[in-house]
């Protein structure tokens, strides 16, 4: 009993100083700083939820910017201002031509949208092994970019959607990541965790233990896409502008450098690895421009990636949760005595 | 010739060799038997160079010369004179048997001899000549025995190490594999035969070795071990 | 047959003998050491800007194929060598990562070097000209990159099937213990698949750039991925299989442009992509594959 209540402490104690530090930050530090903690906290949210799908179970899916883009031109659509809709979007049937939603009714649409969309997508690929579902999965980021690159009467394809309401602010993306790391940490410390674990390790003896292999796995893979889905719309309005290719390999390549990093079912992990490369993705932009060497910081988050998967690859904190650093903490006490 | 000192070997987390010593003489059939999980396997692959020795030595000593096989890559293992019948024999299916004889010679270097070597093992296996042409993997399992071992003759060893040759074959398949060992032997090639059937191998072997969690607990001529009240209760299926 | 139909297959035949080649080369890999190579169409782009830089050197146009050849065999090896090397032995997801990581650092690479503005890059004029085929005409740059397709995998079925080196790498691809324990050197014969296989990369990125036009650091994605999709096709770790499957998607992507009205035509990469999934699903094998591994 005592450490649940404990557990609760902690976590409302972390909560609070977070929004402390969202207050501070809001009041203190400039627009575009604000912006930067806005996509950091985004990507946290993006890089936790794929820690469900990818490290706990085990599914090495590369769809979230496909869900992401879902979820953003829904979202998207809903919100953009009337006056302009008719002639933006010319095929949008006049019911929705006529509408103009708030954030929240508008991403939570987004994001059913993606979550549908996975679902459909999870009876089909999920049964797929290993990188055969990673390449299946990349393949969906590419046949979503096709088909809204092509119904440019509803999304005007590849000349994108510029002037979308910036309505997105640090509060509401911090209470949406609190929300996604909640989530994951619960489902990684109760028992749907532990079958995703046990799936992710040896699947066949998690079936002769009864999990329901499938359920699981597309459980993983709708909840990573519905946190997508959030995130993409959580992004659009935060920087007003999306083509059909916002969200693409790339962008799949660097969540997933994050997960690995920070550890393979590591929630903590995830967080630190997230904050850290978004920071520094963004720290390296003016340098790209002076040497007018763009891309470089791709190039050192990919080298980073190669060197830590030969020297240590189990990530920062591997499967745990970094622990073993208060465990020290912990144990100097005793120790002494 | 070989001469095995004091062995520990890891697998993963798993000490399986914890300090193995034995010895083959030249010319003679040296057999290593024993339960599943004993490392018997492990000790073979070792000497073949494809598991790390963590201590210990492994000696071979030929022609006068004598060398440290230690951690030599298995390539030069073979060069050596050492060759290996794998278990389970493991031929490669998607090759036709004539390629599988021909990919056993491949380290040597002189390759005029190639076809009277392959006449050879056709002599010795008149069935895989009838086959020749056929993939690997469409032989029966005593078919790919006998595949297998022409394959390891391809290399010309001079030290032939054969991992259960018995396993899943019928008794008069075994016998014939047998013999067929018995008559390289004498033809001049060393074998070190491991067994999990201890009565066919204790009869065809000068000297004997019976392994035990990693440990030799047994050793002695091939008539003894098969005296041997022990041997007999535990491998041999005597009542005392 | 009328000019069009003509040409609708050459360029089906055509686009299906780029793919081959790149897919040739995968399926050679991935045969080996059982991982997609995902800097394989990258190796594609680095024969495209090696062919480029060539040309601009002033090198004479008989020479430029051999050293683009040999600028394959390079890339490969490096590719080998600085991440499949240290890698091996590691679980299959590990390998996908680095791979991934690695076409990234290429591409990228290249962008930060060369800038991501697509070069100009022209065959000579005498590529231009039209053969007559019955009562219409083809050009002969198509005819070129067919012919020297087919020469190509003729050559290395030749090395695969006819070779000692051709049966180390078959016996590796198979059993890489065993066949270390005939005496195999694995190390060279792996890097020997990726130098074989790398080759015809750059020499399909040589082909490339001289049909489009156009080459750019990130060109070799697509084809790369397309590539994958065409082995799995074909039936992967298998020559035959990744020529079928490459001549398969370049025919089919050539006839869902040609067959629909043109408003579809932009779906074509949806269409390959949706190939891969159902392909996958009902087909695990391919059409000419084996079954030696789960993947569904």
């Known amino acids: 009993m005592r450490t649940i209540r404990r557990d609760w402490l902690a976590g409302s104690a972390l909560i609070a100083l977070g929004a402390v530090a969202v207050a501070m930050i809001e009041a203190l530090l400039s627009d575009y700083l604000v912006t930067l903690a806005c996509i950091a906290l985004i990507y946290v949210m993006l890089t936790v939820s794929l820690q469900v799908t990818n490290g706990l179970t085990g599914l090495f899916s590369l769809g979230h910017p496909a869900f992401m883009t879902i979820g953003a031109y829904v979202a998207a659509i809903l919100t953009y201002p009337t006056q302009r809709k008719g002639f933006m979007m010319p095929d949008l049937p006049p019911w929705l031509a006529t509408q103009q939603w708030d954030l929240l009714p508008a991403m939570l649409i987004g994001a059913a949208a993606a979550t549908l969309s996975a679902v459909i997508v999870g009876f089909c690929v999920l049964r797929l092994k290993g990188h055969y579902l990673a390449v299946a999965t990349l393949g969906l980021i590419i046949i979503v970019r096709v088909v809204i690159n092509n119904l440019d009467g509803y999304t005007r394809g590849g000349l994108g959607l510029s002037g979308v309401a910036r309505l997105t602010d640090l509060w509401w993306v911090y209470a949406w990541t609190v929300l996604a790391v909640y989530v994951a940490w619960r489902i990684k410390h109760a028992s749907l965790g532990r079958a995703m674990l046990a799936i992710r390790e040896n699947e066949m003896a998690a079936r002769c233990m009864g999990i329901d292999v499938f359920r699981t796995r597309l459980l993983a893979f709708v909840l990573g896409a519905f946190f997508a889905g959030i995130a993409g719309a959580l992004m659009v309005h935060l920087v007003s502008v999306i083509t059909p290719g916002s969200y693409g390999i790339p962008l799949a390549f660097n969540l997933v450098v994050m997960v690995v990093i920070g550890g393979t079912g590591s929630i903590t992990g995830g967080i630190v690895a997230a904050v850290a490369i978004s920071l520094l993705g963004e720290a390296l932009k003016p340098f790209e421009e002076t040497l007018e060497l763009y891309g470089l910081s791709q190039v050192l988050i990919a080298l980073g990636l190669i060197l830590m998967l030969r020297l240590r690859p189990q990530g920062l904190f591997g499967s745990g949760e970094g622990t073993y650093l208060l465990g020290r903490a912990r144990r100097a006490p005793q120790a002494a005595t | 010739m070989l001469e095995i000192t004091d062995l520990h070997v890891r697998r993963g987390a798993t000490h399986v060799l914890r300090g193995v010593s034995l010895a083959v003489g030249e010319g003679e059939i040296a057999t290593l038997i024993g339960p599943n999980g004993a490392g018997k396997t492990t000790l073979l692959l070792t000497i073949s160079g494809l598991l790390p020795v963590q201590s210990g030595a492994v000696s071979y000593r030929v022609d006068g010369e004598e060398r440290a096989l230690g951690n030599l890559p298995a390539e030069r293992i073979v060069a050596a004179g050492i060759v290996q019948c794998p278990e389970g024999r493991q031929v490669f299916a998607s090759l036709t048997v004539r390629e599988n004889l021909l990919v056993g010679a491949y380290r040597r270097r002189a390759r005029d001899d190639l076809r009277d070597d392959l006449e050879r093992c056709y002599g010795l296996f008149p069935i895989l000549r009838a086959r020749q042409a056929l993939s690997a993997g469409s032989l029966s399992g005593g078919e790919q025995m006998m595949l297998a071992i022409g394959r390891a003759l391809m290399a010309r060893p001079r030290l032939l190490l054969l991992d259960e040759p018995s396993l899943g074959l019928a008794p008069q398949v075994v016998e014939t594999i047998l013999d067929t060992v018995l008559e390289i032997n004498r033809a001049g090639t060393t074998v070190l035969l491991v067994e999990q059937n201890a009565e066919l191998a204790l009869e065809i072997a000068d000297r004997g070795y019976v392994m035990e969690t990693g440990r030799i607990v047994h050793a002695g001529t091939g008539e003894a071990l098969l005296d041997d009240p022990a041997v007999k209760q535990a491998y041999l299926g005597i009542a005392p | ?296």
Not at chain 3, 40 to 56: E, N, R, Y
Not at chain 3, 266 to 280: K, N, S, W
Request: proline fraction near 5%; charged fraction near 10%; charge should be positive.
């Open chain 3, 1 to 296: 047959m009328s000019q069009y139909y003509l040409q609708q297959l050459i360029n089906g035949l055509m686009l299906g003998s780029l793919y081959a080649l790149v897919a040739i080369g995968f399926s050679m890999i991935y045969g080996i050491v059982r991982l997609i190579n995902f800097a394989h169409g990258d190796v594609l782009m680095i024969g495209a800007f090696a062919t480029l830089a060539l040309v601009a050197a002033g090198t004479p146009w008989l020479l430029v194929a051999p050293v683009v050849l040999l600028t394959g065999v390079l890339a490969g090896i490096t590719i080998e060598q600085a991440v499949f090397r240290p890698i091996r032995g590691a679980p299959q997801v590990t390998g996908f990562i680095a791979t991934l990581a690695l076409s990234v650092m290429i591409e990228n690479g290249g962008v930060m070097l060369l800038s991501p503005q697509p070069r100009n890059f022209l065959f000579p004029d005498v590529m231009r000209t039209r053969v007559p085929i019955g009562p219409a005409t083809v050009s002969l740059t198509d005819l070129v990159i067919i012919a020297t397709t087919l020469v190509l995998a003729g050559v290395l079925v030749l090395i695969v099937r006819r070779t000692r080196l051709g049966m180390a790498m078959r016996a590796t691809a198979e059993n890489l213990p065993v066949a270390r324990l005939m005496g195999i050197n694995v190390n060279r014969t792996i890097m020997a698949a990726f130098a074989l296989g790398s080759a015809l990369a750059a020499i399909a990125g040589l082909l490339w750039g001289g049909r489009f036009g156009q080459i750019d650091p990130l060109m070799g994605l697509a084809p790369g991925l397309k590539a994958f999709v065409a082995c799995v096709i074909g039936g992967v770790g298998s020559i035959g299989g990744a020529m079928l499957g490459g001549y398969l998607l370049g025919l089919g992507e050539v006839l869902f442009v040609g067959l629909l009205p043109p408003e579809y035509s932009g779906y074509r990469d949806a269409f390959v992509f949706a190939t891969l999934i159902v392909v996958l699903l009902v087909l695990p094998n391919g059409l000419l594959g084996r079954s030696e591994e789960e993947r569904a």
